[in-house]
Nanobody, 129 residues
Framework: QVELVESGGGSVPSGGSLRLSCVRS????????MGWFRQSPGKEREGVAV????????VYADSVKGRFTLSQDNAKNTLYLQMNSLKPEDTGMYYC??????????????????????WGQGAQVTVSS
């Protein structure tokens, strides 16, 4: 089975930056849709950003475009989410998630959380105003 382990998160003032990391292990395929969902109290999980690991292509939620950036270290099977210019509305629990994908298929944010097979333990991000 695939395991995802997250690190990062924390508390920062508005306008600050944080970087989340997610290490993937146990996989036997090359291509995953992999990224982060976030959830605030009383709200559903929403897609933040996703990468197709085989190609490095990325998709971002409109609310984070220009502020968040995904990157990966293939040798370490690690995905990073650099979050800059953080806003209070970015506050929430951030969950790394991954699902296998065939090589010709793209990854999209409209694919619901239930479509993802593997999940990290979550990392709390708190942005004060």
């Amino acid at each position: 089975q695939v395991e995802l382990v997250e690190s990062g998160g924390g508390s920062v003032p508005s306008g600050g930056s944080l970087r989340l990391s997610c290490v993937r292990s146990g996989d036997t395929v090359s291509n995953f849709c992999m990224g982060w969902f976030r959830q605030s109290p009383g709200k559903e999980r929403e897609g933040v950003a996703v990468m197709k690991t085989g190609s490095g292509s990325t998709v971002y939620a409109d609310s984070v475009k220009g502020r968040f950036t995904l990157s990966q270290d293939n040798a370490k099977n690690t995905l990073y989410l650099q979050m800059n210019s953080l806003k209070p509305e970015d506050t929430g629990m951030y969950y790394c998630a991954a699902r296998p994908v065939v090589g010709w298929r793209s990854c999209f944010l409209f694919e619901p959380p239930r479509s993802y097979n593997y999940w990290g333990q979550g990392a709390q991000v708190t942005v004060s105003s």
